[in-house]
C-alpha cells in the first residue's frame, strides 16, 4: 500500500510549467523518451535516467518520492510515474526537452536519510553517463519533501534550488509524536478498536487493515461522533468544516501512519521514539480525566538522537527552495511551516525561502496552477527567467491564480 494520492499529478504539474515557446516545441514534435535500463547504486537503490528524443535543453530534474510502505518490495513506485489515463509522466517530462531521474531509494518506509544520499548519488551518476547538467532542481512530496530540504541543505553545490511540498520540515520529532498522540487518543476514547500497544504493531494488524480494522476504526467513528469530535479537538488533526466526509479521511489517514509506520521506525531509530510522558492533552469535555487515563510512552533516547542528528531540517539554506503546504493538512500539519521559517531566519537565511500556503484540505491537495506558480517563481530565483506557463494551464481563471501567486511571491509573469 502507497500513500501516494495526488503526488504523480504533483510532480507532472511541476514539471509542466517549465517551458515557454521551445517546450512548446518539444510538445509539439511528439517526441518521447529514451531511457535506459534501470540500474543499481551502491546503496542497492534502483535508478532510472531518461532523456528525451530530441535536443536535451541541459536541465535535470530529479524526483524524490513520497513515503512507500515498508511491507512493498524495493523498486521504483511505478503508480507514482503513470497518470491514471496510462500516460508516462517520464515520456511527457522529456518530450519537453528536460532530463528526469529517480529511485527506489535504498529503502521503503522511512528512508529520509537513504533518500538524501540516492539522489545526491543519482546526479553523479547521470553526470558521468549523461554530462554535467547546466541546473539540477529536486523536488518532492510528503516524505520526499524532506528529503528534498535536507538534499539541498547539505549538498547546495548540487542542488540549484529546490521545491519541496508538504513536508514534515519543521520538527520531525513532533512528526513522530503527532502520529504517536492521535493513537493514544483514539485508544482512550475508542478502546479495543485496535489492539493495545501504539508502539509495537502486530502484523496481523498490518496483513489485515483494509479488510478488518479499516471497517472498524470507520464504523467506530460513526457510531460515536462526540468522542470522534473529542478526537479531533485534542490532536488538532485538520478537518475540512465544509466537507463531513474528511473526518473520516483524518482519522483513517493518521491511524495508517501509526499502523505502517511504526514498526519500521523503531528498527531504523535504533529505538521507539514516541514520548508522551509529560505531555498534557487538553481540548475534551474532561482534560482530567484524558490525562489520567490516557496511555503513556517514554521514548528511547537512541531513537531521539538519531532523529535530532538525522532527520531534523536546519534552515541553512544556501541556495533558494520553495515550500508549499496546504493549511488544512491531516497528515503533514502545516505547523511544519512556521516552524522551518524560524530555522531559515535563524541562520540568516529568509532571503533564500519562501512558503506559499494553501488554505485547502488535505495531505499534498494542490491545484495546477499553484504547483506550476511555485515551480516558476522558483525558476525565477535560480535563472532569472520568466516562466511562459499559458499553455499549462487549462483555463482562464487558473492563469490569473498563476499570474497572482506569481506576482505575490515577486516573480514576474507572461500574458
Known amino acids: ?239 475540512d468544516p465544509a466537507d463531513p466526509s474528511s473526518v473520516e479521511k483524518t482519522v483513517l489517514g493518521a491511524l495508517w501512519y501509526n499502523v505502517f509506520a511504526t514498526n519500521d521506525a523503531r528498527a531504523k531509530l535504533g529505538g521507539q521514539p514516541f514520548d508522551n510522558q509529560h505531555t498534557i492533552y487538553f481540548g475534551s469535555d474532561n482534560d482530567l480525566a484524558l490525562n489520567m487515563g490516557v496511555e503513556r510512552f517514554r521514548a528511547d533516547p537512541q531513537a531521539k538522537l538519531a532523529i535530532q542528528q538525522r532527520y531534523q531540517a536546519s534552515g541553512d539554506l544556501q541556495v533558494p527552495v520553495v515550500t508549499m503546504h496546504t493549511l488544512l493538512d491531516p497528515i503533514v500539519p502545516y505547523w511544519h511551516e512556521p516552524l522551518y521559517r524560524q530555522k531559515v531566519m535563524a541562520h540568516g537565511a529568509a532571503f533564500q525561502h519562501i512558503n506559499i500556503p494553501i488554505a485547502r484540505y488535505g495531505h499534498c491537495n494542490f491545484e495546477p496552477e499553484e504547483v506550476l506558480a511555485a515551480f516558476g517563481i522558483l525558476v525565477f530565483r535560480v535563472e532569472g527567467k520568466v516562466l511562459d506557463a499559458s499553455a499549462a494551464l487549462p483555463d482562464v481563471g487558473a492563469r490569473m491564480r498563476y499570474n497572482e501567486l506569481m506576482r505575490e511571491y515577486g516573480a514576474p509573469v507572461t500574458r
Not at 535536443?55 to 530529479?62: A, K, T
Open 1 to 239: 500500500m502507497r500513500r501516494t494520492t495526488r503526488l504523480v499529478l504533483l510532480f507532472v504539474l511541476i514539471l509542466t510549467g517549465l517551458l515557454g515557446l521551445q517546450a512548446r516545441a518539444f510538445a509539439d514534435s511528439g517526441g518521447s523518451s529514451i531511457c535506459d535500463p534501470d540500474g543499481v547504486q551502491s546503496s542497492g537503490a534502483i535508478y532510472r535516467i531518461c532523456m528525451p528524443a530530441g535536443p536535451w535543453n541541459g536541465d535535470l530534474v530529479v524526483y524524490a518520492h513520497g513515503y512507500v510502505s515498508p511491507l512493498e518490495p524495493i523498486g521504483i513506485p511505478e503508480d507514482q510515474l503513470t497518470l491514471p489515463d496510462g500516460t508516462s509522466i517520464i515520456d511527457m517530462i522529456t518530450s519537453m526537452g528536460f532530463a528526469f531521474a529517480t529511485t527506489s531509494y535504498a529503502t521503503n518506509g522511512l528512508a529520509v536519510p537513504e533518500g538524501v544520499a540516492d539522489v545526491t548519488d543519482l546526479v553523479s551518476i547521470f553526470s558521468a553517463t549523461k554530462g554535467e547538467p547546466e541546473h539540477v532542481y529536486l523536488t518532492g512530496p510528503s516524505e520526499g519533501g524532506l528529503v528534498t530540504i535536507l538534499g539541498v541543505e547539505q549538498h547546495p553545490d548540487v542542488f540549484d534550488g529546490a521545491l519541496s511540498t508538504c513536508g514534515p520540515i519543521g520538527n520531525f520529532q513532533k512528526q513522530t509524536d503527532y502520529f504517536g498522540d492521535f493513537r493514544v487518543v483514539f485508544d482512550y476514547y475508542f478502546p479495543g478498536v485496535l489492539p493495545p500497544s501504539p508502539v509495537a504493531i502486530p502484523d496481523e494488524v498490518m496483513a489485515n487493515w483494509d479488510d478488518v480494522y479499516k471497517p472498524a476504526i470507520s464504523a467506530a467513528i460513526a457510531q460515536d461522533p462526540h468522542a470522534t469530535e473529542q478526537l479531533l479537538r485534542v490532536t488538532r488533526a485538520a478537518i
